[in-house]
């Protein structure tokens, strides 16, 4: 095992860039977290992991897809979650944005309406716990769309009931095979095109948009058609480095795995520093990429895994039991390239809890 690096925490907020840590959940090992069963959530180490993100100074983007959104998280769960959240924020100081979304629609969609009143139903709930809101892609609003004028008037009609600019999410079929063609189009190209008028047309109403398509150049295409004042967060979690040093902003889910490297790199930003940032963030560059290997839906799993290895939650299970979404030479690899990073506070209890994995897979 590598000796940790001496991750210094910031004494004053972060300024060159704003960052979201996309923030996962920790699943209650008694709870019946089996897939399609109703999450069980230890609230204790969510929360605690919450404010461990807040340490390094960085925001946390709740009720994400990293928080397993579609994918084992239920509708109860979630306003749950971002209720807690935002109470543990304020408590802390913390910044908080949280995902409104329509995945409480389960069965088939009637339409547009339906939609639109899902997402406002959410939309409250963000707004009612005092987070910003990020309008999250939606699967049913993808699967009824017809065109770019059905989100058009979808997004419009939410944005104009918005209380405070939201950030807008556009996730790649990568992370969700269901959100192929969002914004009616299946070019990018064509796509971008609709939602930069979207935004110039409700650019009071937009604080930035989240792009996660893991594709740098057209991240860099993007961000200078966007308005005066309206952010491009980027969410790739290939080629972070270099787009935050552009000038994107962060919204990510690595940056949980990664928030003392992250919060280092921002910081070095911060003075100008820009070697010390590059030092910061190179060895977590290949940690990235692995985790969010194909088939890279699957990413949460060495979210959890790097959170149980670092002491951050007690075990290693997820809700909807996706703890098995990633095979043990998988595993074993994010182990060794976090280890490189010298991210593990602690590498002999990292190193104990590893041989436990595998001593149960059998192998030792």
Do not use: C
Not at 30 to 51: C, M, Q, S
Not at 261 to 273: E, F, H, K, M, P
């Amino acid at each position: 095992m590598n000796s940790p690096r001496a991750w210094e925490r910031p004494t004053a907020p972060l300024t060159s860039r704003v960052a979201f840590a996309a923030a996962h959940v920790v699943a209650d090992p008694l709870g019946e977290n089996r897939p399609g069963a109703p999450a069980v959530v230890d609230w204790d180490h969510t929360l605690a992991f919450r404010r461990h993100l807040w340490s390094y100074g960085l925001g946390v983007a709740e009720a994400m897809d990293t928080a397993q959104r579609g994918m084992g998280l239920d509708w109860a769960a979630t306003q749950e979650l971002i209720r807690r959240s935002a109470a543990e924020a304020r408590s802390a100081g913390g910044r908080i944005a949280a995902g409104a979304g329509t995945d409480q629609l389960t069965g088939a969609v009637s339409g547009l309406d339906e939609v639109a009143a899902a997402y406002e139903e959410q939309l409250a709930v963000v707004e009612d716990a005092g987070a910003q809101v990020i309008l999250m892609a939606s699967r049913q609003l993808a699967a009824v769309a017809a065109g770019p004028d059905d989100y058009r008037k979808v997004y419009d009609r939410l944005l104009a009931q918005a209380s405070a600019p939201v950030i807008l999410h556009w996730l790649g079929p990568m992370f969700d095979p269901a959100l192929a063609g969002y914004w009616g189009a299946g070019d990018v190209g064509v796509a971008a095109d609709h939602v930069v008028s979207l935004i110039a047309d409700n650019a009071a109403k937009v604080d930035g948009i989240k792009v996660s398509l893991l594709d740098a150049s057209f991240e860099e295409a993007l961000r200078p058609r966007l308005p005066d004042g309206v952010r491009l967060y980027t969410g790739d979690d290939y080629n972070y480095p270099e787009l935050i040093r552009g000038s994107s902003d962060a919204l990510l889910g690595i940056f949980a795995a990664i928030a003392p490297a992250a919060s280092a790199a921002l910081q070095a930003l911060d003075r100008g520093d820009l070697s010390a940032y590059d030092d910061a963030f190179a060895p977590t560059v290949p940690l990235a990429r692995q985790v969010f290997g194909e088939p890279t839906y699957y990413y949460k799993a060495g979210i959890a895994f790097l959170a149980w290895l670092s002491g951050l939650q007690p075990g290693f299970v997820m809700v909807g039991g996706l703890q098995s979404a990633r095979s043990l030479p998988h595993l074993v690899r994010t182990f060794e390239l976090a280890d490189t990073a010298g991210l593990f506070p602690d590498p002999p209890l990292a190193a104990a809890r590893f041989s436990s994995l595998l001593s149960a897979y059998g192998v030792v």
